[in-house]
Structure formats: structure tokens, C-alpha cells
């Protein structure tokens, strides 16, 4: 025989959802347990801040004593009623204003005023001047070799009266120097400067054209003017 069993009774018939019921509550509990957090307790401590009331400070009344009173305005001066004339004892001597204008009869002097002329010292060059500077011994000369001549006996003049520096040699210092002055409108030798590679060669430059002679002055216009002249000094050692 048989038995039947009861399907009222059954335990087992819903036995995979109470499984997975009772997974669910598990995780969930273990969840919850996993994510519980604890705070420490603080304790806090409060103090009590007594606040005094602020004393209001008495200000002693002082009694001034009494100011004296101003001193009364001073009296206003009143004009007197009568009006003493007193005549005057010193004369008094008129001054006589004379006319400035004069007539046709008078005859009026004037005093002759010179007006000097300024001459005005205009620096011509020596390749432009009408009448060049004329070196002593070019007086004979024709006019138009005037310059050749002059820069002929310049010439001259410098070899003659060169001589290299000792310290320039030794040194072997050598070049061109270059030498500008001016012939003044009196014929002397005047504003020398010069520009060379070495201070013995420039003061050797500076002798020889100090011991030029007195030059006949070049004209311009008939006028005695300042002519400059440059020239250059060639400093050259022998190998």
C-alpha cells in the first residue's frame, strides 16, 4: 500500500524561496554590519564669561571763577566845529617847466658819430683764394704757377729740415702724419695741429712747420685773409 502524502503538509514544497529569502536577510545583515560606522563622543566643555558692566566715570564739576569784563571801546574822535586857517609863513618857490619844442630861428648841434666797420676775418682755402700766398722766393714767378711754387718750397723746406725721432726708430714707428695750419692775413704761421699714429712723430711734424718763414699773405677780393694749408709728413723707415 501506498502512502500518500498530503500536499497541505508538505515541507518541502517552497523550500528554494525560503532559501532564497533567507540568503537575501543574511546579505543584507552583513551589509548593514559592514557598513556600521561608530563615533567617538566628544566631550565639549563651556565656560562662562562674566561680562562686568562698565562703570560710568563721574566728571567733577569745577567752578571757574568770574572773567573780568572788556575794556570799554576807545572813544571816537569828533571833528572840531570851527575850522582854524593858519597861513603858511615859508614861500614856496614855483619851478618854471621850459619848453622842450624848438623854433625854426634856433640852430640845433649834432655831434658827428664815427661808425667803425667791422672787418670780419673770413678764412679762405688755398685751392679756391684768388691770389695764393707767395713763399719767399716765388716773387718772380708767373701768377699761375704761384701754387706750384709754393707747394714746391713747402716740400723743400720739410726735407731739409727733417729728422726721424730716435724713440720713433727704436720702436720702429712709421706713417703718415698729417699736418693743417693756417697762414694768417699778417703772412705768419699760426693754428698748426696735427694727426699721425705716434705723439714723437706729431711733435716732429709740429717743428718742421714751425720754422716756416714769414709768408706773403694770400688776397681775396683785393683783401689780405687767413688761408689754410695742409699737408702730410710721411714717416718712413729704410729696410
Known amino acids: 500500500m501506498k502512502i500518500k502524502k498530503d500536499p497541505k503538509v508538505d515541507l518541502q514544497k517552497n523550500s528554494s524561496l525560503y532559501f532564497v529569502i533567507g540568503l537575501c536577510l543574511i546579505l543584507f545583515i552583513s ?31 569745577i567752578n571757574q571763577p568770574d572773567l573780568p569784563p572788556p575794556p570799554p571801546p576807545p572813544p571816537v574822535a569828533q ?21 622842450s619844442e624848438t623854433t625854426k630861428d634856433e640852430i640845433i648841434e649834432v655831434e658827428r658819430v664815427e661808425i667803425e666797420e667791422e672787418v670780419e676775418e673770413i678764412d679762405v682755402p688755398f685751392a679756391v683764394i684768388e691770389d695764393v700766398p707767395v713763399y719767399p722766393g716765388c716773387e718772380n714767378v708767373e701768377k699761375d704757377q704761384l701754387r706750384t711754387c709754393f707747394q714746391d718750397k713747402i716740400n723743400k723746406h720739410i726735407l731739409k729740415n ?5 724713440i720713433a726708430q727704436e720702436m720702429g714707428i712709421q706713417g703718415r702724419v698729417y699736418v693743417n695750419f693756417v697762414i694768417s692775413k699778417e703772412g ?5 695741429k696735427m694727426r699721425g699714429p705716434d705723439k714723437n712723430l706729431e711733435k716732429e711734424a709740429h717743428r718742421i712747420i714751425s720754422l716756416l718763414p714769414n709768408i706773403t699773405p694770400g ?14 709728413i710721411v714717416f718712413k723707415l729704410q729696410d
Open 219 to 232: 688776397k681775396q677780393r683785393g683783401k689780405p685773409v687767413n688761408v689754410p694749408f695742409s699737408i702730410p
Open 79 to 99: 571833528a572840531p566845529t570851527e575850522i582854524e586857517i593858519v597861513e603858511d609863513e615859508k614861500e614856496v618857490e614855483e619851478t618854471i617847466i621850459e619848453s
Open 162 to 166: 727733417f729728422r726721424y725721432p730716435e
Open 31 to 61: 551589509w548593514q554590519a559592514i557598513e556600521w560606522k561608530t563615533y567617538e563622543k566628544s566631550v565639549f566643555d563651556y565656560e562662562s564669561l562674566t561680562v562686568q558692566e562698565e562703570e560710568e566715570e563721574e566728571i567733577p564739576i
Open 188 to 192: 705768419n704761421i699760426t693754428n698748426i
